[in-house]
């Protein structure tokens, strides 16, 4: 039987890879690792990556919330 998994109707962040923010993530922490050999630890010069993955995680987040209020446990 050659069935594929259902899908869920949105994609689960339940693992980083699967979030919307991947991108925004991995580029925070090239910055990061970068940033530990180039800067001395200096994180203000990765400050804007952190900043556009923070508003990022906050928006799915947001998203997810929204989805969960037309939810019912009872249905």
């Known amino acids: 039987m050659g069935s594929k998994a259902a899908t869920p109707p949105y ?3 339940a693992r980083i890879a699967d979030s919307q923010c991947y ?5 925070s ?3 990061k690792f970068a940033g530990l050999e180039e800067f001395s630890s200096d994180k ?3 400050q804007e990556h952190f ?3 923070k508003e ?3 928006k ?3 998203a997810r919330l929204e989805r969960n209020k037309s939810r019912s446990f009872f249905s």
Do not use: M, N, W
Not at 23 to 27: E, F, G, L, N, R
């Open 44 to 46: 203000s010069k990765c």
């Open 11 to 13: 994609p689960s962040a």
């Open 23 to 27: 991108p925004q993530y991995t580029a």
């Open 60 to 62: 799915e987040r947001e």
């Open 56 to 58: 990022c995680k906050k």
């Open 51 to 53: 900043d556009v993955y």
């Open 29 to 31: 922490l090239k910055s």
